[in-house]
């Protein structure tokens, strides 16, 4: 079983509010990634990071910033959190083997009024 | 341009028939296709992959099928069961050190 957990599941605030979601995972990954999923639209990746210190953006351009400070957490932050941003945010991670599969969590179910 | 390609945004079946789900790609340099499951308010979780050296990999009621020639894989489900209603993501990545691409998922409804 997988061991990545979000904080917290459901979120609904204001405009203009900072805001960080949680992920941390348990299986000593190098590789986490930051997924945005809308109701039958795709996973867009928006962060990943392939080990601690190293981040980069994906193919969706996002206003959130990430950090990797530590090896199992992966945390993401709005600075000003804006009504487009309401989404599903979902954090993975991965061993980087060469067969991969990716780990998912819960998910954070973010409404920005 | 979306690389993973799933143009039934949609299916049902009914209880005990086969469930086939699509998947198309266009990066002809993708080696590697995995299937997740995703319920409302959760997580996708794996449930089974392909590498591009086979045609088709097999894991209980679960097969998936792919044809390199066409870009094309599918995923069958038989029989199918009502707790398969979920939707159905398709993922492709390249042999190099690049993030899965995903599809836009299908929604599949088993009726009991």
């Known amino acids: 079983e997988a061991d990545i957990y979000q904080t917290p599941r459901y979120l609904v605030i204001g405009t203009g509010k900072k805001i960080t979601l949680e992920c941390s995972q348990t299986?000593?990954?190098?590789?986490m990634y930051w997924y945005q999923q809308d109701p039958g639209m795709e996973l867009h990746l928006i962060h990943y990071?392939?080990?601690?210190?190293?981040?980069e953006k994906g193919d969706l351009s996002s206003e959130s910033t990430v950090s990797r400070i530590r090896t199992e957490h992966f945390p993401l932050t709005l600075e000003s959190a804006r009504p487009s941003h309401t989404s599903q945010y979902l954090c993975?991670?991965?061993?980087?083997?060469?067969?991969?599969?990716?780990?998912f969590g819960s998910g954070t179910q973010l409404s920005v009024l | 341009d979306q690389q993973v390609k799933q143009n039934s945004p949609s299916l049902s079946v009914q209880e005990g028939r086969i469930s086939i789900l699509n998947c198309d790609y266009t990066?002809?340099?993708?080696?590697?296709f995995l299937w997740y499951k995703k319920y409302p308010a959760e997580g996708p979780t794996f449930l089974i992959s392909?590498?591009?050296?086979?045609d088709k990999n097999e894991d209980g009621r679960f097969t998936v099928f792919l044809n390199k020639s066409a870009k094309h894989l599918s995923l069958h489900i038989v029989p199918s069961q009502p707790g398969d209603s979920a939707v159905y993501f398709c993922?492709?990545?390249?042999?190099?050190?690049?993030?899965?691409?995903f599809g836009k998922g299908t929604r599949l409804s088993v009726i009991a």
């Open positions: 993922a492709g990545r390249n042999s190099g050190n690049t993030p899965l691409v």
């Open positions: 392909i590498s591009s050296i086979k």
């Open positions: 299986m000593g990954h190098d590789k």
């Open positions: 990071s392939y080990g601690v210190n190293s981040t």
């Open positions: 990066n002809s340099m993708f080696d590697y």
């Open positions: 993975a991670s991965s061993a980087g083997t060469v067969n991969e599969k990716l780990f």
